[in-house]
C-alpha cells in the first residue's frame, strides 16, 4: 500500500541571518487534517521557520513541497500560487489600514484570485461572518479591537480557500481577555479539518488543539510527539525545563 504523501512537507531547511544561524536542518510533515503545534523559547527559529515556508524568508537551504510538488522560490508565479494555498496568520495583523474589514478581506479575492466584485464581496461577507464579524464588516483597523483584527485577518485567509494554514503566535500581541475570541476561531477551523502548523507559547490550549508538538531551540527541533508525551513526559532535559517554566507561567496567569 503506497504512503499517503503530506499536503506540506518541509525538508532539511537551514537559514542564517549574517554569521547567526537560525535554522539548522529543519524537517517536518503536515498531512491533510492535521494540527501540529511549534514550541520552544524565543529566538528558538520558530517564526523564521513559519516565514521560510511562506517564502517570505529565503531560506539558504532545504525544499518545500506541496502535495508532492517542489516549490521553486525563484519563480514568482509559482510562488503567488503557492501562497493561495498556503495561508499564513501573522502576530501583528497585517491589515491595510485604509480599508475597512469587508475590503480587507475583498483585496486578495479582487487582485490574487481576478474574482469580480460582487463575487468577491459575497465570499468575504460569509467568511467574516464566520468568525463573527458581521456587524462590523464597515469598520477600519483603528476601530476594531485587537482580537477583532486578528479576526479579519483570519477571514482574509480563509476565503483565498487554503489548504494549509500558518499561525504565528496569532494571541501574543493580545490583552488576554481578547485571546479566547482568537481561539474559538481556531478551535472551529480544526473541526472544519482545517490542516495548521502553529506556533505558540500558550500550552493549555496546544495540548487540546494538537495532534503533535515541535520542541524548538538552537534553531533545530530538539524532540516531537504527542502533546501529553512532550508537555509531561519528555525525553530531553531542555524539553522539560521549557515546559515546566511555561506552565507554571500559564498557571500563574489564570
Known amino acids: 500500500m503506497a504512503e499517503k504523501v503530506p499536503v506540506l512537507s518541509v525538508q532539511d531547511v537551514h537559514k542564517q541571518f549574517g554569521d547567526t544561524p537560525v535554522l539548522n536542518g529543519v524537517s517536518l510533515d503536515l498531512f491533510r487534517g492535521d494540527i501540529k503545534v511549534v514550541i520552544g523559547p524565543s529566538g528558538g527559529g520558530k517564526s523564521t521557520l ?14 518545500i513541497y506541496l502535495n508532492d510538488t517542489r516549490i521553486d522560490q525563484s519563480r514568482k508565479r509559482e510562488l503567488y500560487a503557492y501562497r493561495q494555498k498556503v495561508g499564513m496568520i501573522f502576530q501583528d495583523f497585517n491589515l491595510f489600514d485604509h480599508l475597512d474589514a469587508l475590503h480587507n478581506v475583498m483585496i486578495g ?33 483603528a476601530e476594531l479591537s485587537g482580537g477583532q483584527k486578528q479576526r479579519v485577518s483570519i477571514a482574509r485567509a480563509l476565503a483565498m480557500e487554503p ?17 479566547g475570541e482568537v481561539h474559538e476561531v481556531i478551535r472551529a477551523m480544526a473541526a472544519l479539518g482545517m490542516t495548521m502548523l502553529l506556533v505558540t507559547h500558550e500550552i493549555g490550549f496546544a495540548s487540546t488543539l494538537a495532534k503533535e508538538i515541535y520542541f524548538m531551540d538552537g534553531g533545530r527541533i530538539l524532540e ?23 506552565g507554571r507561567l500559564n498557571e500563574n496567569s489564570d
Open 163 to 179: 489548504e494549509v494554514m500558518l499561525l504565528d503566535e496569532p494571541t501574543s500581541a493580545l490583552d488576554p481577555e481578547l485571546i
Open 224 to 246: 516531537q510527539g504527542p502533546p501529553q508525551k512532550i508537555l509531561f513526559d519528555a525525553e530531553q532535559a531542555r524539553t522539560r525545563e521549557f515546559c515546566s517554566k511555561i
Open 109 to 141: 479575492l479582487v487582485q490574487v484570485r481576478k474574482l469580480p466584485r460582487s463575487e468577491a464581496r459575497q465570499r468575504a461577507e460569509a467568511e467574516l461572518e464566520r468568525v463573527g464579524l458581521k456587524d462590523h464588516m464597515a469598520k477600519y483597523p
Open 50 to 63: 513559519l516565514h521560510c515556508i511562506n517564502f517570505l524568508v529565503k531560506m539558504d537551504a532545504g525544499n
